[in-house]
């Protein structure tokens, strides 16, 4: 069986499909889904979520999209609230992005003193963490450092080199491998493929986002995750039973002291 490693079912259009998005990912064999929040907003969705579905691991955080619309003590307040009462929550997405060369220092520095406060809860309980990074890695390896952050996580969409990727593999870190493989120009992920060891990697979607050519809808969706594990099955020259097997151990290595409940 497949997990989704990181798909917003709290998004539209998912969330407006949601039973029938999920049986479609459980005929392509993807029976388990870890979803993260972006804003304060999808708090209280991501609780109904888990609610309704016991194939769900959720995410609490908020993504360097939203901050600037976000207060850092209220959005700490809701976290550490969700955190008592979710033994099973992660933290995220969160992280940096820095993609936009003209971001201002002051926005940049905003961004940091969210990752860095959420981060630190997620180390006070114990948390794996899901990351959004761009043009980032660095410094957010430097916050990690700085936190002494050791609970592991998941680095979503990686899209860095295998010298990046190291010292974030010794820390417990798992790639995410998604949709990107299935782009005709992703040469930078084959690059990166051949270095990597069957511990180091997860398989993702990010639906509804980042969709591909020749898909059957406007939409990315969990179902997906079936495509992505046989673009490695063939890179690999295995079959994506094994590319199933080893994503699957990997999430479970991350999340050893929060166990998914429903298999």
């Not at 989704?4 to 407006?16: A, E, G, K, V, Y």
């Not at 952050?149 to 593999?169: D, E």
Request: aromatic fraction near 10%.
């Amino acid at each position: 069986m497949l997990i989704d490693s990181h798909c917003h079912l709290l998004d539209t259009p998912l969330w407006q499909k949601l039973p029938e998005i999920i049986q479609a990912a459980f005929a392509s064999a993807v029976h388990h889904f870890i979803v993260p929040c972006s804003h304060l907003a999808d708090f209280d969705k991501q609780l109904q979520l888990c609610e309704r579905y016991a194939c769900v691991t959720p995410a609490f955080g908020v993504h360097p999209f939203f901050i600037a619309e976000a207060d850092l003590h209220i959005t700490l307040q809701n976290l550490e609230s969700i955190l008592l009462t979710q033994p099973q929550a992660l933290v995220g997405e969160i992280g940096l992005d820095f993609g936009n060369k003209h971001l201002s220092d002051a926005h940049k520095q905003q961004q940091i003193d969210f990752f860095e406060a959420q981060l630190y809860l997620a180390q006070t309980y114990q948390r794996p963490v899901i990351l959004h990074h761009r043009a980032s890695l660095d410094i957010m390896l430097h916050s990690i450092k700085k936190i002494g952050f050791q609970q592991g996580g998941f680095l979503h969409a990686y899209s860095g080199n295998i010298q990046q990727a190291r010292p974030w593999l010794q820390l417990g870190f798992k790639l995410g491998l998604g949709s990107v493989l299935l782009k005709p120009n992703a040469k930078k992920i084959y690059q990166l493929l051949p270095h990597l060891n069957s511990q180091d990697y997860v398989v993702e979607t990010d639906a509804p986002y980042m969709p591909f050519q020749n898909m059957s809808k406007e939409y990315n969706e969990p179902a997906n995750t079936l495509l992505v594990a046989q673009i490695l099955a063939d890179f690999y020259q295995v079959s994506w039973q094994t590319i199933a097997q080893n994503s699957s151990q990997n999430v479970h290595a991350v999340l050893a002291r929060r166990p998914l409940t429903s298999f």
